[in-house]
């Protein structure tokens, strides 16, 4: 279908702050990033690596977080007559240090700056807000834009300095004077000390009041207005931890309902769970889970089987799950089965030990809907990542790198030869690259656009511009 086989990729990698010259060309012909902010292949650190990346409700903003707690937001790039072209491009907006590295002496623990979560606030004004977290922390952002200043005060001079009372004479009125652009980015709320374990997810309420928080024992339902409190609605701590079986891998809202939400599993399940019945949402409205077929039983049963991502769809009447291997789509009205179960890298699982060895099998993969609820995507290794129509019932898995990504290209599909002779342009399973891999990704809530992130590079690919 046209949305697989027709993507055009306009592509950003990212790194230390443009300012300090570490701007190159990918191509002769690639036109020049302005105000880029590019973490080179290169020279890359541990810190430029990306690990969330999501789009505003509007699809105009897109926002990436990397392991060293910065937050950079893209801006799309808006179309003139002289080049509709770039309607497609995405240019920096703005880049702010979020979270910074910690340690908590209570319990001699260092905790991360990483982001590990990034989600937008539907917008009310002029301003753009966002909800980041770390493992600990979660800060309500405010992105807005400011191109006056005032100036003439009574009390200061013009380089800021206190003036002495005794010399003023006379009173002025201060005024507004017009500046260059300025986009800030200020922290207006800080919600801590509420998670004893790693925040591994954040979902906005639709009623744009309330959120929640997710580690892996419990789900915490925060006021957007209220910082020293949060109510507890999941809890699954035993009161013996040998006792313990499961974690809780991810939860969100439904897109609706601002009663419903849904948990997910290190076990494989999800629980609905509606906020009306009980303040303490421990026993669930719905429970989702496939029956393990015996035979096909193994020592990794239970660790490919956990889920790492669930995402509703914008219908708010479908669940989708990801676990190592497939992704599921469930039906809220039917608990026994999902109602379609997609393949993503199946000839894996050949390859279960080694992949355990290198600590390949613990990779948490997200998934995401495409506007109308129509196409999935997720990732996988090699930096590949695979997309299926669900109602063509069509799939094809597609490469974000450097080699194959030249600007205004066509992408090809790429195949893995899974045994027997391998043909031209194919990649034999024992070739993947399993240290490239894309565990994050996005779709813009309207259109055919895409952001991957495969490691400290960031893709972006759209329907094919004519």
């Not at 009125?173 to 500046?179: I, R, Y």
């Not at 419903?260 to 949402?281: E, F, I, N, P, W």
């Not at 890298?345 to 948490?364: A, P």
């Amino acid at each position: 279908p046209p949305i697989l086989s027709r993507l055009n990729p306009s592509r950003w990698s990212c790194g230390p702050p443009a300012a300090e010259g570490n701007v190159q060309d990918e191509e002769s012909d690639t036109r020049k990033i302005n105000n880029s902010f590019l973490r080179d292949h290169n020279y890359a650190t541990e810190a430029d690596i990306i690990s969330t990346v999501e789009f505003n409700p509007s699809g105009e903003l897109l926002a990436t977080g990397d392991k060293g707690g910065r937050v950079v937001v893209f801006q799309r790039e808006q179309e003139t007559k002289s080049e509709p072209q770039r309607r497609g491009e995405y240019n920096v907006y703005s880049t702010f240090q979020s979270h910074d590295p910690e340690f908590d002496y209570l319990k001699s623990l260092e905790i991360e700056e990483k982001i590990n979560k990034i989600r937008w606030l539907p917008q009310q004004n002029a301003a753009y807000f966002l909800l980041s977290t770390n493992d600990k922390t979660v800060k309500l952002w405010k992105i807005s834009e400011r191109d006056r200043r005032p100036e003439g005060y009574n009390l200061k001079d013009e380089d800021g300095r206190i003036r002495d009372p005794s010399t003023i004479t006379s009173l002025r009125v201060p005024v507004l004077q017009n500046t260059d652009l300025m986009v800030e980015a200020t922290a207006r709320r800080v919600f801590s000390n509420a998670h004893t374990y790693h925040i591994n997810s954040i979902s906005v309420n639709s009623d744009l009041q309330t959120y929640i928080s997710t580690d892996d024992l419990r789900v915490n339902l925060w006021n957007l207005e209220i910082t020293d409190q949060s109510f507890n609605i999941v809890d699954i701590k035993p009161c013996n931890m040998e006792d313990l079986t499961e974690v809780i891998t991810a939860a969100e809202f439904h897109p609706q309902q601002c009663n419903t939400l849904a948990y997910s599993s290190s076990r494989g399940s999800v629980r609905l769970c509606d906020m009306r019945k009980q303040a303490l949402c421990d026993t669930h409205c719905k429970f989702f889970e496939e029956p393990e077929d015996p035979s096909t039983r193994s020592f990794f049963s239970e660790i490919i089987s956990s889920i790492s991502d669930i995402k509703f769809s914008h219908s708010g009447r479908f669940l989708m799950t990801r676990d190592y291997l497939t992704v599921k789509v469930w039906d809220l009205n039917m608990e026994t089965r999902p109602v379609q179960t997609y393949q993503v890298h199946d000839y894996l699982r050949g390859k279960l030990c080694s992949l355990y060895e290198n600590d390949c099998i613990f990779d948490k993969f997200e998934c995401v809907w495409n506007g109308s609820d129509s196409v999935i995507m997720t990732g996988s290794y090699n930096n590949f990542f695979r997309m299926f129509d669900r109602n063509t019932k069509k799939d094809v898995t597609l490469e974000a790198s450097r080699e194959n990504s030249k600007p205004r290209a066509i992408l090809k599909p790429r195949k893995v030869c899974v045994g027997g002779k391998r043909r031209k342009d194919e990649v034999t399973v024992d070739s993947l690259d399993f240290s490239k891999k894309i565990l994050h990704s996005a779709w813009h809530p309207q259109e055919n656009i895409i952001a991957v992130a495969a490691s400290n590079n960031l893709y972006i690919f759209q329907d094919k511009v004519t």
